[in-house]
C-alpha cells in the first residue's frame, strides 16, 4: 500500500505573524481541507507537530485541539519537526487503521527565542553550567571543523547563502526578502560566533504549514493529482560531544534508507531536485554530502558550478531553505509544501519538469536527528 | 493488517531517584526490556520515545541519551501529550511495527520530577511556564486572567473539581474516595516497582489525612515519582522468528481528544464544562472494543489498568470504559469486585495513585496489562484467568485518553 499527499496549506512565516497559535493553526488547517475539498468529518485521525519548550507552555496541543478539527477524533502529537508528524500519520494510515489524515505543525517563534531554547537542550548537569554553550556556537564549531578538513572558505558559506536569498526572493512565505543581496554584505553581516554571520543564521519566525494524507484507495477519489510518500528515512545521531562533526553520519543513514524504500540507486540521477533543512549555510555543503549527492568534502563544488542553482542540474532549496525563515517545528512542512508546488508546477520560483524531489528536515543541536522523504508525482 | 504483540517488558524501580540521572534511569528500564524479551540491542530496528520534556527539565533528552539506549544509528520517534504521554508512546510504537515499516520496535517513556526540583540547573518547567505568561501578557490578558489560572492548581486543581462534579454525578461520597487510594496503595505494596506501598492501608487510614481541598484529601493525592517503563512491540513474524512463547498481542488501540476543560477562562469560547463528563473516554473506548471485536465489555475483558492519578477517576472512568453503568463503579467497590482477587480487578499493580512518574504511568498501564496476560506479575498477578485486558491513560486539560486492548490471543480477521 502505498500513501499520497492530497492537500496542503501553510501561512506565509512572518517575525510576528500577528495571530495567535489558536488562530493560526485553524487558518492552516482549514485552508488545508479546503484545497483537497474535504470536510473535517472526512479526517480519521489528526497528527500535530509542536514542542512545549518551544511553544512555552506545557501539553503544547491541549489548548489546540479546536483549531485542529480534532476534537472527538483519534489524535496524537509528535514533539519534533513536522516531518515526523508526517511520518507518524503515514503509518497510522499504512497500519490499515485509518484512510485519511490531517498533519500540521506550527511554531510561535516570536514568543521567545529558540536560540535560547537550545541551551535547554543541552545535558544539564555539565554542558548547560557552561554559559558559552547554545546552538549557534555549536554550529560554529561544526563549521570551522568541516571548513579545515575540507578546505571550505567562509566565501563558499556566503555563496551558499546568496544562492538560497536569492531564491528567498521569489518566494512569498519567507522571512528574508533581500533581493539585492551580495556575498559582499553577507560576509559584512554581524558575526555570532565565527565563522557564523547573521545571514548565514536561518531566521527563526513563526509559522504554520499543513498536508493532508490519504490511503492508495481514497487518494485518487479525493485528488487527480495525488504527490507519493515513496520512501522515508530517519535516523538520530550520537549527542554533539561524541560524533565527528565534520560530517552528518545520521543523515547518511537515514538518506540510504529513504533511498531503499524508494528504490533509489542513483540520487543525482534519480531525483530532480531537492527542498532541505540549512539551519546554518555550511550545513547545506555537509548535507550534499550526506546525501550523495557530492562526493565527500566536494560539496561546495556543486554550489560553485551551479548546480545546486535554480536553473542547474539538480536545484536545492528553490524556496530559499530554512536560510529564508525557519519555523522550527513546520520548516520541514514548509519544504515539503515547496516540494509538492514544484511537482504540481505551482511554485513561485518554478522550476521546469520535475517529478521527484528529496524533503529532508533535521531536529536537535547541530543536527543530530535527520529525516528524509522522497516524494513524487504520477509516473 | 499486520498483528503485533509485546515480547518484552522492563521498568525501574519508581520513586525518588537520586542514585541516577535520566539517561542512566531509562536505559536501566530499556536494557530491562532486552533482557526479558531474550533478544539483542541488535535485534530493535526503531525506537518510539516520550515525556513531558519540562519536568525533568530538559528540552528533549532522548537526544542526549539516544546512546545510553543503544537508538544511534537508527530511527528514533518522539510523541508528548501529557498525562497520557506513555500510552501515546504506546500507540506510536504499535503503529510503528503495524505500518510494516519496522518489525521490532522498542517504546520507552519516562520521568524524573526530583531534577525539575533543583533550582538553577533544570528550571525547565519555570521557563515554559514564564514564557507562556508573557505571551498572555503581549496579547493584552489582565492579570484576572492570570489570577484564575493560578487558583486551577495545575492538575491536581482541576481533578478536585473533577472529583466534587464526579460526587454530584455518581451520588458515591468522599468514604468510596477512600476505599479507592486504600486499595492502590495496598496493591502498590505488592508491586517491587510501585512508589508508596502501604502493606494493610485501609480506608480510615487515608479518611485520618488533611483535607486539602473539597474533597480531596492529601491521601488521594499521587507522589511526584521518578521512573521509566520500557515495551518492546513485534510483527508476527519477528515472534516467530524469535521463538518468543510468551506474548501478549495488542488487539486495538484508540485515542478520542476532546476539547479542553474550561478552568474559568476560556481561550476559544467551547470548553468543556463538566469535566466527569470524558466523552472523549467514552469513545475511545468505543472505537477500540470495536476495532477489537469486543462487545461486552465488562464480560469479555479480564481486568483492567486505569490511569487514576486521583482515586475518583478510577470510578469516573471504570464506567467510561463500559465496565460499570454510569453512577454504579462505587456499588461494585463496596462489593470487592475491584479488588486483585475480584470478579474484574482493577490496577492490581498500585496504579499511578501510588506511582506517577508521568512519562511512565501511561506507558506501565499497558505493560502491567501485558505482565498479567503473560502470567509474570509476580506477587500481584490476579488470580483469575487474564485472557483480555484494557490499558488506560489520561492526560492533557482532562481531555486526552489512550486506550489499548491486549490479549493473550492474536486478533482474527
Redesign the interface.
Known amino acids: 500500500m502505498r500513501v499520497a499527499i492530497v492537500g496542503y496549506s501553510c501561512l506565509p512565516m512572518s517575525r510576528d505573524i500577528g495571530l495567535t497559535r489558536e488562530e493560526s493553526v485553524f487558518l492552516s488547517t482549514k485552508m488545508a481541507l479546503e484545497s483537497c475539498n474535504l470536510t473535517r468529518s472526512e479526517i480519521d485521525t489528526v497528527v500535530s507537530a509542536s514542542s512545549d519548550f518551544y511553544d512555552g507552555r506545557t501539553i503544547s496541543n491541549s489548548m489546540l485541539i479546536g483549531a485542529l478539527g480534532a476534537y472527538l477524533k483519534d489524535e496524537s502529537k509528535s514533539e519534533e519537526d513536522g516531518l515526523l508528524a508526517v511520518i507518524y500519520a503515514m503509518q497510522r494510515i499504512l497500519s490499515g487503521t485509518h484512510r485519511i489524515a490531517l498533519v500540521t505543525a506550527h511554531t510561535h517563534s516570536s514568543i521567545f527565542n529558540p536560540h535560547q531554547i537550545s541551551r535547554y537542550m543541552l545535558e544539564p548537569l555539565f554542558d548547560r553550567q557552561n554559559e558559552l554553550l547554545n546552538d549557534i556556537v555549536l554550529s560554529a564549531l561544526q563549521a570551522r571543523t568541516y571548513m579545515r578538513k575540507y578546505d571550505v572558505s567562509e566565501e563558499d558559506m556566503a555563496y551558499v547563502a546568496y544562492k538560497n536569498l536569492r531564491n528567498a526572493s521569489k518566494n512569498s512565505n519567507s522571512v528574508l526578502k533581500v533581493p539585492d543581496i551580495s556575498v559582499e554584505e553577507i560576509l559584512a553581516s554581524k558575526v555570532y560566533a565565527e565563522p557564523i554571520r547573521e545571514l548565514m543564521i536561518a531566521p527563526t519566525c513563526d509559522g504554520v504549514a499543513s498536508v493532508v494524507l490519504a490511503s492508495e484507495k481514497v487518494a485518487y477519489e479525493i485528488t487527480s493529482d495525488p504527490i507519493w510518500i515513496e520512501g522515508v528515512g530517519v535516523s538520530v545521531g550520537n549527542y554533539f560531544r561524541d560524533r565527528d562533526l565534520s560530517k552528518l553520519e545520521s543523515l547518511q543513514k537515514a538518506a540510504k534508507k529513504a533511498y531503499a524504500m524508494a528504490g533509489i540507486s542513483e540520487p543525482y540521477q534519480e531525483l530532480d531536485f531537492a527542498e532541505i533543512t540549512e539551519r546554518f549555510a555550511h550545513q547545506e555543503l555537509m548535507i550534499y554530502e550526506a546525501l550523495g549527492i557530492a562526493r565527500e568534502g566536494k560539496g561546495k563544488n556543486l554550489l560553485n558550478n551551479g548546480t545546486t542553482w535554480i536553473d542547474g542540474e539538480f536545484p536545492v532549496n528553490p524556496s530559499g531553505g530554512a536560510l529564508s525563515g525557519d519555523a522550527i517545528c513546520a520548516t520541514g512542512l514548509y519544504r515539503l509544501v515547496e516540494a509538492i508546488k514544484q511537482i504540481r508546477g505551482e511554485a513561485e520560483n518554478q522550476i521546469s519538469g520535475v517529478r521527484r524531489a528529496l524533503v529532508h528536515s533535521q531536529w536537535g543541536l547541530v543536527a543530530q536527528k535527520n529525516v528524509v522523504l522522497i516524494v513524487g508525482g504520477e509516473v | ?2 498483528r503485533v504483540a509485546i515480547i518484552g517488558c522492563g521498568q525501574t524501580k519508581h520513586g525518588r531517584r537520586t542514585d541516577v ?1 535520566q539517561a542512566e534511569m531509562v536505559s536501566e528500564a530499556v536494557w530491562n526490556a532486552i533482557d526479558d524479551a531474550g533478544i539483542g540491542i541488535e535485534d530493535i530496528e ?2 518510539a520515545v ?1 515525556n ?3 519536568f525533568g ?4 533528552p532522548d ?5 545510553y539506549i543503544g ?12 498525562g497520557t504521554v506513555g500510552g ?1 508512546v504506546a ?2 510504537g ?3 511495527v ?4 519496522y518489525d521490532v520496535v522498542l517504546a520507552t517513556a519516562w520521568e524524573k520530577h526530583s ?1 525539575s526540583a533543583e533550582p538553577g ?2 528550571t ?2 519555570l ?6 505568561l ?2 498572555m501578557f503581549k ?1 493584552g490578558m489582565d492579570l484576572r486572567s492570570f489570577a484564575i489560572m493560578g487558583l486551577a492548581g495545575a492538575a491536581a486543581g482541576i481533578s478536585a473539581y473533577q472529583a466534587a462534579q464526579y460526587l454530584f454525578r455518581s451520588g458515591c461520597k468522599i468514604e468510596h474516595y477512600d476505599m479507592v487510594a486504600a486499595k492502590a496503595r495496598r496493591n502498590a505494596a505488592k508491586n517491587k516497582y510501585a512508589h508508596l506501598r502501604w502493606p494493610n492501608c485501609k480506608p480510615e487510614d487515608i479518611a485520618k489525612t488533611e483535607m486539602l481541598i473539597w474533597p480531596m484529601r492529601f491521601g488521594h493525592v499521587c507522589p511526584a515519582s521518578d521512573g521509566a517503563s520500557a515495551v518492546i512491540f513485534a510483527s508476527e513474524d519477528a515472534v516467530k522468528k524469535f521463538g518468543i512463547k510468551e506474548v501478549a498481542w495488542i488487539l486495538s ?8 476543560n474550561d478552568q474559568g477562562e476560556s ?2 469560547g ?1 470548553g468543556v464544562l463538566d469535566y466527569s463528563e470524558q ?2 473516554c467514552v ?1 475511545s473506548a468505543k ?1 477500540a472494543y470495536e ?1 477489537a471485536g469486543i462487545e461486552n465489555p465488562r464480560k469479555e475483558v479480564d481486568m483492567a489498568e486505569i490511569y487514576s492519578p486521583f482515586p475518583h477517576q478510577e470510578l469516573m472512568f471504570s464506567e467510561r470504559l463500559g465496565f460499570f453503568d454510569e453512577g454504579t463503579a462505587w456499588k461494585a467497590l463496596e462489593e470487592g469486585v475491584t479488588e486483585i482477587d475480584g470478579d474484574f480487578p482493577i490496577t492490581p499493580s498500585g496504579g499511578v495513585n501510588a506511582t506517577n512518574a508521568i512519562g511512565s504511568s501511561g506507558l506501565q498501564r499497558v505493560l502491567e496489562c501485558a505482565l498479567q496476560i503473560m502470567n509474570k506479575a509476580e506477587e500481584h498477578q490476579v488470580p483469575k484467568d487474564v485472557r483480555i485486558a484494557v490499558a488506560h491513560a489520561w ?3 482532562t ?2 485518553n489512550t486506550v489499548t486492548v491486549l490479549s493473550d490471543k492474536p486478533k482474527r480477521w
Open positions: 493488517m499486520r540521572n526503531a525506537f516520550g513531558m520534556q519540562g527539565g530538559i528540552a528533549h537526544l542526549i541519551f539516544a546512546e537508538a544511534v544509528g537508527k530511527p528514533m520517534q518522539r510523541v508528548a501529550t501529557g501515546s500507540h506510536l504499535y503503529y510503528m503495524a505500518s510494516g515499516m531534577d540547573a533544570t525547565g518547567l521557563h515554559v511556564a514564564f514564557a507562556n508573557s505571551y496579547l488501540v484508540a485515542a478520542f481528544a476532546d476539547e479542553e481561550y476559544q467551547t466523552i472523549g469513545l472505537k476495532r492526560g492533557g486539560q481531555q486526552f
